[in-house]
């Protein structure tokens, strides 16, 4: 079945550092690949996707690229600021009118000032 | 637009007892999906309701039921609560096409207890 790798954490950083969060996944079709954050004591916001392969999703500085030869969608931001502490969930999405999610465990990101 | 609300934010139940969580879609959204979130996992999918019906469904027992109702939104029920059912409830709102994939909108969630 479906399944999506990430990344352990936490993961901790100082503010204006580059950020790399690690995801593949396995699938048995040709999914549509996301990044979803979580604030504390809030849900999901969709924060980036990613719908074939080679597109490059990106929103609030941060990007990913959907790669089909390395089953990867890593997220990357540039300089990271207090702000984006959060945990990330990398998810997949299965064909057309599928619209169930599968989740990695997520990566907690702790940014000290 | 009020987005995906759900209710309660906060429940405490008994081992055995049951309960029901509440979804109100985004609003033009049709369909509605439930995500069980344990403390420290992902999401994990237990179904999704699509025309009042049950369209697809994740690997979770019996003792989780749901319902949608003719305005989108949706119940999920929960039999005989088990410690393990402890978790963050999501749902998530979406609107189906026939040829596109569409963004899901989650809700803040209900935070289950189990005592």
């Known amino acids: 079945g479906d399944s999506v790798t990430q990344m352990e954490g936490p993961v901790t950083l100082s503010e204006e550092a580059f950020l790399t969060i690690n995801c593949t996944y396995t699938?048995?079709?040709?999914?549509?690949l996301f990044w979803y954050v979580q604030y504390p004591g809030e849900g999901l916001q969709l924060l980036l996707k990613?719908?074939?392969?080679?597109d490059k999703g990106s929103n609030k500085g941060f990007e990913a690229t959907y790669r089909k030869e390395t089953t990867s969608f890593h997220l990357e931001k540039g300089s990271v600021q207090v702000s984006d502490s959060a945990v990330y969930f990398c998810a997949l999405r299965e064909n057309f009118g599928n619209e169930k999610l599968t989740f990695g465990t997520g990566t907690r990101l702790t940014i000290i000032p | 637009d009020a987005g995906v609300t759900q209710s309660p934010t906060h429940l405490i139940k008994t081992r055995g007892q049951q309960v029901t969580l509440r979804c109100s879609p985004k609003s033009g959204h049709d369909t509605v999906s439930w995500y069980q979130q344990a403390l420290g996992q992902g999401p994990q999918f237990i179904f999704q309701?699509?025309?009042?019906?049950?369209?697809q469904r994740g690997n979770f027992p019996d003792r989780f039921s749901g319902h949608q109702f003719p305005n989108y939104s949706s119940e999920l029920n929960v039999n005989a609560l088990w410690l393990g059912d402890s978790a963050l409830y999501l749902c998530a709102s979406s609107l189906v096409h026939t040829d596109t994939n569409t963004e899901a909108f989650f809700g803040q969630g209900t935070r289950l207890t189990v005592v």
């Open positions: 309701y699509y025309e009042e019906e049950e369209r």
């Open positions: 990613a719908t074939k392969a080679d």
């Open positions: 699938a048995t079709g040709y999914p549509s």
